[in-house]
């Protein structure tokens, strides 16, 4: 009896020994299994599939949480952070994700020779999870009873469905975040969706011609950006930004898109319609009619043609700190100048005029005198004037809190005391220069 115990208590230890320790971080582990799983021979092959755990917040008892794995790499985020996580830790559960077979480094032999691929299939993951589940229970978290919840987004939602569908036994509950959950050859009603929500965009942006094609897209961007921040810097005041939020916030629409959608409306009502598609956009810069308005009062057309052919200045969103998404870059802007002009305005050409600019005039890089640069704390173009210049009789102010051209009201009571020294500084200056 005693030895056959004593034997019991080995074979757990050897088997892996339920030791149900708590980390404190998320730890990454290795579950080895059968490569192909309907092959009943003894020595058949097996590989080795990532997971990641965190049972910061279990307690004894309490559920197990599976974010399944897609087809990527997998990753910690979802069982860190977000509502699948806030649950889990409600719930004082054990956190895992699963990498999926043939993805990120789970790769059998390391290879994805379409020989080997042919384990690359549902039913083998489902096989996978479900050997990972079970050495969940018995061996890492050590409660046979444990629930099993899963979450799975996109086809990693499939898996999970599936999941459910085929071990009801080993699994307790499944939240699927867009998964796909039916096969389907030919998925055209994908386009059809898109088209219908591209459709509504148009129509909630009053847009002049339904969006169609990418540099549709990227024109809407662009004009929704150039909007905002032409209504931010329009009143030169800070409270205007302030404004906009304030509006968006207090919209009663539902979306966010449905406010930005409103907020578009409701401050371009003076149009019949926006231009915010390609062809449409371009309509009035190719007007070569000098008593157009946008030519004549505002010199559109013409500052187009100093953009593309001497200054640049295209005003992308390739930087990454800024909250205008990331979708307007120098290809829209070629593809602009070329359909403005003509398409002997290369990329080339392009970049050739602003260099030879920048060559002729020294750019940031001057060695100038008198020469006074003022520039607002908050004008986005200071990054392309110069705001640190202390010599050869010459300066460079930057007023803070305030936008373009401060400077240039007269002096008033309302200056701020840093406005008004910026002022009076540009006065001593003159002076300098003409005595
Ligand atoms: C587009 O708008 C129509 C009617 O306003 C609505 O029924 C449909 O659900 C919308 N489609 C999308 C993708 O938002
Ligand atoms: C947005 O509106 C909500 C409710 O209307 C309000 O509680 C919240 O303070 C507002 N947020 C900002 C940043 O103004
Ligand atoms: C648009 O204007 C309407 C009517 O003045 C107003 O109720 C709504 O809040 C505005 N929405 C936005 C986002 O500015
Ligand atoms: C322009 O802005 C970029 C990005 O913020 C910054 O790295 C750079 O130093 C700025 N240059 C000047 C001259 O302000």
């Not at 997998?74 to 956190?95: C, K, P, Q, T």
């Not at 099993?148 to 939602?157: D, H, Q």
């Not at 096969?183 to 129509?203: D, H």
């Not at 169609?212 to 409270?239: G, R």
Request: hydrophobic fraction near 35%.
């Amino acid at each position: 009896m005693r030895q056959a115990a004593l034997f019991v208590l080995l074979a757990v230890n050897l088997s892996g020994a339920c030791t149900n320790l708590q980390d404190t971080q998320t730890t990454t582990h290795y579950f080895r299994t059968k490569l192909d799983h309907f092959d009943d021979a003894d020595n058949a092959a097996t590989f080795e599939f990532r997971y990641m755990s965190n049972d910061a917040h279990y307690k004894p008892g309490r559920p197990i949480f599976v974010y399944v794995g897609g087809p990527w790499p997998m990753y910690s985020y979802y069982i860190e952070n977000g509502h699948f996580y806030d649950i889990a830790v409600r719930e004082r559960g054990w956190l895992f994700a699963n990498e999926h077979r043939f993805y990120g480094d789970s790769i059998p032999n390391g290879d994805l020779s379409t020989d080997n691929l042919k384990f690359l299939t549902v039913e083998q993951t489902l096989e996978d999870l479900a050997e990972l589940i079970r050495h969940l229970k018995g061996k890492v978290v050590c409660d046979e009873n444990a629930k099993v919840i899963l979450m799975g987004a996109g086809y990693g939602g499939t898996v999970a469905t599936y999941m459910r569908k085929q071990y009801p036994e080993l699994v307790d509950g499944v939240w699927i975040s867009s998964g796909r959950v039916e096969a389907r050859l030919n998925f055209k009603a994908y386009a059809v969706l898109i088209g219908e929500m591209i459709l509504n965009i148009s129509e909630m942006f009053n847009i002049c011609k339904t969006l169609q094609t990418n540099l549709d897209e990227q024109t809407f961007f662009y004009s929704v950006k150039q909007k905002i921040q032409f209504e931010i810097l329009a009143h030169q005041n800070v409270q205007s930004t302030k404004l906009i939020c304030d509006s968006l916030n207090n919209s009663k629409e539902l979306t966010n898109l449905q406010r930005l959608a409103e907020w578009v409306r409701n401050n371009t009502q003076d149009q019949d319609c926006n231009p915010y598609d390609f062809e449409t956009s371009l309509k009035n810069l190719r007007d070569v009619d000098i008593g157009n308005d946008e030519n004549m009062l505002w010199g559109k057309r013409q500052l187009a043609y100093q953009s593309c052919t001497e200054f640049g200045w295209f005003l992308t969103t390739d930087a990454l700190d800024q909250p205008f998404g990331h979708r307007v870059d120098m290809e829209y802007f070629y593809n602009y100048c070329a359909a403005i002009f003509g398409g002997w305005l290369t990329p080339e050409e392009i970049n050739d005029g602003i260099r030879r600019t920048n060559e002729r005039f020294g750019g940031q890089n001057q060695d100038i005198t008198n020469v006074l640069f003022v520039n607002g704390g908050l004008d986005p173009m200071r990054n392309i004037s110069i705001t640190e210049y202390h010599e050869k009789e010459s300066d460079a102010i930057v007023v803070s809190e305030y936008f373009s051209s401060a400077d240039m009201g007269s002096i008033s009571d309302q200056d701020s005391p840093e406005l008004m020294k910026a002022k009076l500084r540009i006065e001593e200056y003159v002076q300098r220069w003409i005595n």
